[in-house]
């Protein structure tokens, strides 16, 4: 889940450091895993409640190191106490801590006072569906311990100190561990995919590395291979989820593509190829996912005129109310109405280019001219306003401001490496291509023996 992609910054740490194992991977249900872990951190929890100086924790680790051996025996007394009671309840949508306190027939007034320990406890005002809120209770009713599970490593803590509660948040380590899989293409990708035991999700991930150069609707072939490396994110010894591709290559007709996952210290993630060229393009090919060409660039007969016209741009035919997507980075310099054009976005992108969207039913919600809009981003919707005989989009590509066939013309490449990292890129880059190279090489072998 999407929580917990702040993990990235360890690609970094994988980079220097990187150990390939040759097993496949095995998926565990993500959510299974969570609840599994959420177990784990309350028993932790339970472990650590008991030091007296329980300092803000970095790691588990930490906790249990920091237990200070001379209440050891405090621990054996609490947890003799038969009285003392765990209850776990699930968020539900729409919940609230008052209503989960209801259901575990527990006085609002213990609520209330936890709410009015601290600031941290503000936290509880932010629960989301499927989290744990685990509370422990003694014979009284009262509340000892509420632990809030927000995410697989990180947890909210309000422990009873007398009248009041003590707040923490506590965070678990993680580890990335790098893997391999290959895969030879017999029948299709996706088969050749679940063979080599990766999930669909990361195929998705390869076909947007490489989508750009390789047709994967139309140019795979068998004997087509691919070879990933990638992460798998551990926290505490148990697989939470895949990570990110560090490196991949796919040979399509024999020709090999390969690329790199490149963090540069400002931040900027990209795949590049062994000389540190993006593999994206500056432009999509096309500005409507899920569409046919319904008119191409150059000369026709002109629908409604009748009269023969160069049509200046690619007409796509999409259902009414299909998003339109700004091909390229950069500023709408126009967004309104334009004679036949109907209503129509202009974008002017970085150097010579921009791009005109026409026909459009409606605009995205918010958009206005002057605005920054990023590569993909939804822009309007497929209509049939100005002169159109039905629902499409007409898209035109300029070039210093002449037309040129969007289906044609040379697309500028994404930003290559700032030549400031490209050293760094390099030395990173270069033991991943090395391995890439050893894994593919021996996999073949072994396919073709
Ligand atoms: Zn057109």
């Known amino acids: 889940m999407q929580k917990i992609r702040h993990f990235r910054h360890y690609g970094q740490k994988l980079l220097n450091n990187l150990s390939v194992s040759g097993q496949m991977t095995i998926s565990i249900p993500f959510f299974a895993l969570w609840l599994g872990g959420g177990t784990i951190i309350a028993c932790l929890i339970l472990f650590s409640t008991w030091s007296k100086h329980p300092a803000p924790l970095d ?16 621990i054996k007394a609490v947890s003799k106490k038969p009285a003392d009671k765990w209850q776990q309840a699930i968020v539900e949508k729409g919940d609230s801590l008052a209503r989960i306190f209801a259901r575990l027939d527990i006085s609002p007034a213990e609520l209330h006072n936890i709410m009015q320990s601290d600031k941290a406890a503000q936290d509880l005002k932010r629960i989301q569906p499927k989290q744990e809120i685990n509370i422990r209770t003694n014979n009284n009713g009262e509340v000892l311990e509420l632990l809030h599970v927000i995410s697989p490593t990180r947890s909210f803590s309000a422990q009873r100190d007398g009248d009041t509660f003590k707040t923490q948040f506590v965070e678990r380590d993680t580890e990335i561990r790098t893997r391999h899989a290959f895969g030879s293409i017999e029948s299709s990708l996706f088969l050749a ?46 697989k939470i989820r895949n990570g990110n591709i560090i490196a991949a290559e796919f040979v399509n007709q024999g020709k090999k593509y390969r690329a790199v996952r490149y963090t540069d210290a400002q931040g900027h993630t990209d795949y590049y190829d062994e000389n540190g060229r993006s593999l994206r393009k500056a432009f999509l090919r096309t500005p409507v996912a899920y569409s046919r060409i319904s008119s191409h660039f150059g000369k026709r007969r002109h629908p409604i005129h009748k009269r023969f016209k160069l049509h200046k741009g690619v007409d796509y035919a999409a259902p009414y109310g299909t998003p339109v997507k700004a091909t390229g980075s950069g500023k709408i310099i126009y967004r309104g109405r334009k004679g036949g054009y109907g209503k129509t976005i202009v974008i002017r992108h970085a150097g010579k280019y921009s791009t005109l969207y026409a026909h459009m039913s409606n605009y995205k919600r918010g958009l206005r001219s002057g605005q920054r809009v990023k590569q993909g981003q939804t822009i309007g919707y497929i209509g049939s306003t100005g002169l159109a005989t039905g629902p499409h989009l007409h898209y035109e590509f300029r070039v210093n401001g002449s037309h040129r066939n969007p289906l044609r013309v040379r697309l500028p490449e994404a930003r290559p490496i700032h030549h400031k990292y490209k050293q760094d890129f390099i030395e990173k880059a270069s033991g991943l291509f090395a391995q890439l190279d050893a894994i593919s090489n021996s996999m073949i072998a072994m396919n073709n023996p």
């Open 59 to 74: 790691t588990v680790q930490q906790t249990v190191n920091s237990l200070p051996v001379a209440e050891a025996p405090a």
């Open 193 to 238: 995919a679940q063979k080599s035991g990766i999930e669909d999700a990361m195929i998705m991930d390869l076909i947007g590395i490489f989508g750009w150069d390789i047709d994967f609707a139309l140019d795979i072939r068998q004997k087509d291979n691919f070879t990933v490396l990638y992460e798998e994110v551990f926290i505490e010894g148990e």
